[in-house]
């Protein structure tokens, strides 16, 4: 195979990935609060700890990502919080 050989349209387009700027989700997020000092690296080590955000208590977020239907922050929160 050519590295350079175009690639077939079909599979181009099912790799698009529908992307959310750093604006746009800060603007339906809402207020950023300020964390204590250290206060993320506990965090982060403790969900690394309990394992709490592993495929298998969140779901694969890959799969999860591709079933959903809406195109917001507001929708993915309203549609995974069902």
Do not use: C
Not at 35 to 45: D, G, H, S, V
Not at 55 to 82: C, H
């Amino acid at each position: 195979m050519v590295a350079n050989a175009p690639k077939n349209a079909a599979a181009e387009s099912a790799t698009k990935v529908a992307r959310v700027s750093n604006q746009e989700l800060a603007a339906n997020v809402g207020e950023r609060f300020p964390f204590p000092k250290y206060a993320i690296q506990i965090i982060n080590l403790t969900n690394q700890h309990s394992q709490a955000t592993r495929p298998r208590n969140v779901g694969q977020m890959s799969e999860l990502i591709q079933a959903f239907p809406g195109k917001s922050y507001v929708d993915w929160t309203t549609w995974y919080e069902r």
